[in-house]
């Protein structure tokens, strides 16, 4: 598409909606792995599950913040929700901002629920006992099961909120920029477990060594996917656009990606920093598609 196309002023997003994109990514993409944890695992696995619940809450709540903060008037994102002059409610399934708008909070519920089942499980909650009882079984698969659907749409849609856009690079992506969002939220949430699986060291070993092994996979979804994100902008050649002033930028996002498979055979290496790197990583990509766009 020639660049004059695009005709839509820039938004002027700046670091709220980045730090909504990169919270509201880690959040879903970590409610998704403390849920494949307890399906496809075994019950070593339950003490990452609890922390991948936990992180998951944690990392939603100054999402709303962030958004109500960027628009300015917090009675706006109200207003997704209601309608003030009928009183009713406000869908439009044809919204990416509407589905979103619904989709977080329905996610918060789901991450909420979950957030007070692990802390019960570990007796950090009054009625510990009933409100774990009352979690297990059916009833918690079918409830995490729906979560993390929900989880994985809020870690993608963000990226499709862009590709649907009129702006140069967003809408040149495509259908990528939504993938390439959801590889990345899942890499930085598994990178995010790693890390306090390794802060805190009551997570078993072998569930620690499973965390990287996915931490590994994700990322080479993401590296694929970004490789097809730089095509796409190039064929519509908005690529001058990514690269610039934002290759300080790229090497982070790089170095998020070579590291994990490196650290393991550096001898010295501390065990946190290749999960720090690539969280930096993570929010290094989100800043360069965000902001190079507007620029």
């Not at 009352?134 to 990226?159: D, E, H, S």
């Not at 690269?243 to 790089?254: E, P």
């Amino acid at each position: 598409m020639n660049p004059a196309e695009h005709f839509a002023a820039p938004p002027e997003w700046q670091w709220w909606i980045l730090a909504y994109f990169f919270f509201g990514g880690l959040s879903g993409g970590s409610y998704a792995i403390g849920t494949l944890l307890r399906l496809a695992g075994d019950p070593r696995d339950r003490r990452a599950s609890q922390i991948a619940y936990i992180a998951s809450f944690i990392a939603l709540i100054p999402c709303p913040i962030f958004l109500t903060l960027d628009l300015g008037q917090p009675t706006l994102f109200y207003h997704m929700l209601v309608d003030t002059s009928g009183g009713g409610l406000v869908f439009k399934p044809w919204s990416p901002m509407s589905l979103g708008s619904w989709a977080l909070l329905a996610f918060g519920l789901f991450s909420f629920v979950s957030f007070l089942g692990a802390l019960a499980e570990t007796g950090r909650i009054r009625g510990a006992s009933s409100l774990a009882s009352a979690i297990r079984g059916l009833p918690a698969t079918i409830w995490g099961v729906i979560g993390t659907a929900l989880g994985l749409f809020i870690c993608g849609y963000t990226g499709v909120v862009l590709a649907v856009s009129n702006q140069a690079v967003w809408s040149d992506a495509g259908w990528v920029l939504g993938g390439l969002f959801l590889a990345s939220a899942l890499s930085g949430s598994a990178a995010l477990l790693l890390f306090l699986a390794r802060s805190r060291r009551d997570v078993d070993l072998d569930t620690a060594y499973r965390l990287e092994r996915a931490d590994r996979y994700f990322v080479v979804l993401e590296a694929v996917l970004i490789v097809l994100f730089l095509v796409a902008v190039a064929v519509a050649g908005s690529l001058t656009k990514v690269l610039g002033i934002w290759v300080l930028l790229w090497i982070v996002v790089l170095a998020g990606i070579v590291v994990p498979f490196l650290a393991s055979r550096v001898r010295g290496w501390p065990p946190v920093a290749a999960p720090l790197l690539a969280l930096l990583g993570v929010l290094a990509l989100r800043a360069l598609v965000i902001f190079s766009a507007q620029t």
